[in-house]
């Protein structure tokens, strides 16, 4: 279609917005500030897997190609002393999802070349690889047999899709439009993937040497969750969901256990709530999982859980612990467990013995998220119980580390010293305020330009987290230190119903959001303000997904802000639960009703109902692919504003989705865009 004048013109205007900030000139003597060029050279570490004999590990490194505007991955080598670092494959592919051989000899992976995934296996002392699998469609969740013999999967079945009645033949040639889509399934697209295909996802086996792989489960159920072997390599443990109502109930998952001959599945749990990343122990006898009873709540922690390999004997590990724990890993004599837990804006690698005794290994996990300063981190561990994590500060993205038992880790990769270390970046620093609600205690961060004067008066910019059950921290974010760079004092916080401060704290807004979390954001807003470094009349607010929804609500509430950016927000919580992309879960979870039986219930909590009070110039952000926060919630906020005289503006990112920032391009403009928006209400300093 083509576009109109309007529209050539903010395209135009987006297009040098962005060659100004390309090519915007540092501030401060020194070293130069970080700059969107920058983006192209960034690298990060992901999936460290220790080898079963815990000498070298095998990484994902992944980094940008500029010419193609993806994010690329390649699989690396390293020694635990920091020796003999290499890589296993190279060139503009996509390599992911290694695992080591218990042989420490080979090493399996995905490779995708823009044709299709398949299953590889490389030796490593030769280079020789084989090309296992020659499959339609993409395989994942791979894991070894014990034996080596043979390597299990989970791969999409697929199912004929539904018709409504049929059309006469058509004649040879004949140019006919594409068949109607019949749709009856409750969730049948996903942000990311689109459309997604009928059928159902199962496990597999294929040889170590190749061949046809071989189908272990079937039937209308997914079965796609996490895998893993018995120690004698004769059957499989996994996580899925088989229960009747799994289309209305996806979280309801349980552990499920299935032979190497592909004979009856025997479910292991029957609670009503998740179960999810089992392990099973070094001698076979005991399995490890995390989940919780669910009470239909918006957050809810999960915990950690032991059981007899016969889904006997259940037990919570640490039930006095109330943070969320991810990836149990069994101690190499099977009297433990090293796991993940979040914590006050970090991740944390932890021990505990059978009795319940935790011991914190380390909180250096993290550098994963890239983008905008989320918690997020990978660990393994392998043999002599050495670990590997993902290490990341608020200073760069993820390396590697590596530590042994509950020792401290050490770093053995800098993949960003070369770039980050000849660039001044904006300082961050930690504080904590009380609420103006109630007083209480909220953690966030302050990110003060680079070359910043105390004598001097900066704008501020709040950047608010989405989620809203997620959590900011100290680390490394793109956004935030482009931000920075263009002169903003940025100021993040985790507000009530953030992840990582426990189960009262993330339920403060269960179907109570957003409330008083608005409360929260501005007193962190005063805090920085009081410090005196702040122009209280150059203040400005964006924020993405659940941070979207906040940007949305607080021009409702206040004009203090000179300009907003909402980002792939929700507008309308009635429009949003009946056709975003996991519809089953968001009213069931979020709201105590359904939409047409508590209509005002969702209108009070729908920023759109405050559109009457928006003074504030807002600019909209969203992917036109966006299938977790579609288009047209935006485009409705978009129209309010229009029709009130707001000023105001409609981004739309042609290709991305929810993940708004995927490619390089797309996250460069994304700040761009938002960063033209608030220089054109910049107004007059007060120094």
């Known amino acids: 279609m083509l576009a109109t004048p309007s529209q050539n013109r ?13 090519t915007a000139p540092a501030l401060g003597a020194g070293k130069p500030s970080f700059a969107p060029e920058d983006v192209f050279s960034l690298a990060y570490a992901s999936n460290p897997q220790v080898s079963p004999d815990g000498s070298f590990v095998v990484y994902t490194r992944n980094f940008m ?74 395989p994942r969740n791979l894991a070894w047999s014990p034996d080596g013999q043979w390597l299990a999967f989970a791969l999409l079945v697929p199912s004929k899709p539904p018709t409504m009645g049929s059309l006469p033949a058509k004649p040879q040639g004949a140019n006919w439009a594409q068949p109607a889509e019949v749709v009856q399934r409750a969730i049948y697209r996903a942000d990311g993937a689109g459309r997604l295909p009928h059928g159902y996802t199962h496990l597999f086996v294929v040889s170590a040497q190749g061949g046809a792989p071989r189908q272990l489960t079937s039937g209308d159920y997914h079965d796609g969750g996490s895998i893993a072997w018995s120690p004698d390599s004769s059957s499989l443990y996994f996580s899925g969901n088989r229960n009747e109502d799994a289309e209305l109930n996806p979280s309801n998952t349980e552990i499920y256990r299935v032979g190497l001959d592909g004979g009856d599945v025997e479910a292991l749990t029957d609670r009503h709530g998740p179960d999810n990343s089992v392990a099973v ?57 090293y796991f993940a837990y979040e914590d006050k804006g970090l991740t944390r690698l932890a021990y505990v013995d059978l009795s319940g005794r935790l011991t914190d290994v380390t909180g250096e996990l993290g550098g994963l998220a890239l983008t905008r300063p989320y918690t997020g981190a990978q660990f393994s561990l392998g043999g002599n119980d050495t670990y590997a994590i993902t290490r990341g500060d608020a200073l760069s993205p993820a390396d590697i580390a590596v530590g042994r038992g509950t020792e401290p880790p050490r770093r053995l990769t800098r993949l960003n010293a070369n770039l980050l270390d000849y660039r001044e970046l ?44 997620a959590a900011y921290g100290p680390h490394f974010s793109v956004e935030v230190q482009l931000f920075a760079a263009a002169g903003y004092v940025v100021v993040y ?71 907003a950016v909402v980002a792939k927000p929700v507008i309308n919580w009635i429009s949003f639960a009946l056709s975003a992309d996991y519809a089953p879960i968001f009213s069931k979870y979020w709201f105590p009703a359904l939409p047409w039986d508590d209509p005002m219930g969702y209108w009070e909590r729908s920023p759109l109902s405050l559109a009457g009070e928006v003074a504030t110039p807002t600019m909209l952000l969203t992917g036109e692919e966006d299938w977790r926060t579609p288009m047209w919630e935006s485009e409705q906020y978009y129209q309010a504003l229009k029709l009130r005289g707001v000023e105001t503006a409609l981004v739309r990112l042609p290709g991305a989705s929810h993940s708004i920032a995927a490619r390089p391009s797309q ?21």
Do not use: C
């Open 426 to 469: 904006g300082r961050v620093e930690e504080f904590w305020y009380r609420s103006s609600f109630d007083g209480k205690d909220i953690q966030a961060w302050v990110v003060w330009p680079p070359g910043f004067d105390p004598a001097k008066k900066y704008p501020l910019l709040l950047e608010i987290h989405g989620g809203p059950h």
């Open 65 to 138: 190609d500029i010419m193609e505007d993806r994010r690329r991955s390649n699989l690396w080598r390293i020694d635990i002393d920091g020796q003999n670092a290499r890589p296993l494959t190279t060139g503009a592919v996509n390599d992911r999802g290694a695992r080591i051989a218990p042989d420490n000899e080979r090493v399996a992976y995905l490779s995708s070349d823009g044709r299709g995934v398949q299953i590889f296996i490389r030796w490593m002392s030769s280079g020789e690889t084989l090309q296992v699998t020659r499959l339609d469609r993409a």
């Open 10 to 22: 903010v395209n135009m205007k987006l297009r040098i917005a962005l060659i100004l900030l390309l």
């Open 281 to 337: 122990s070094p001698d076979g006898t005991m399995l490890a999982s995390t989940g919780y009873d669910d009470r239909v709540r918006s957050y809810q922690v999960t915990r950690l859980y032991t059981m007899n390999s016969d889904g006997s004997g259940r037990r919570e590990l640490l039930p006095d612990l109330d943070r969320d724990v991810s990836r149990p890993r069994w101690s190499a004599d099977g009297e433990g467990l």
């Open 493 to 563: 916080a985790n507000p009530r119903g953030s992840s990582s401060y426990g189960d009262a704290f993330g339920s403060y807004i269960h179907h109570n959001y957003p409330s008083e979390d608005y409360d929260d954001l501005m007193s962190a807003v005063d805090a920085i303000i009081e410090r005196g470094a702040i122009d209280p009349d150059r203040l400005y607010v964006t924020g993405g997904s659940g941070g979207g929804v906040l940007t949305a609500w607080i021009v409702g509430k206040t004009d203090r802000f000179r300009a």
């Open 667 to 687: 996250l460069l403009a994304k700040v761009s865009a938002i960063l033209e928006w608030f220089k054109r209400y910049e107004g007059e300093s007060g120094d």
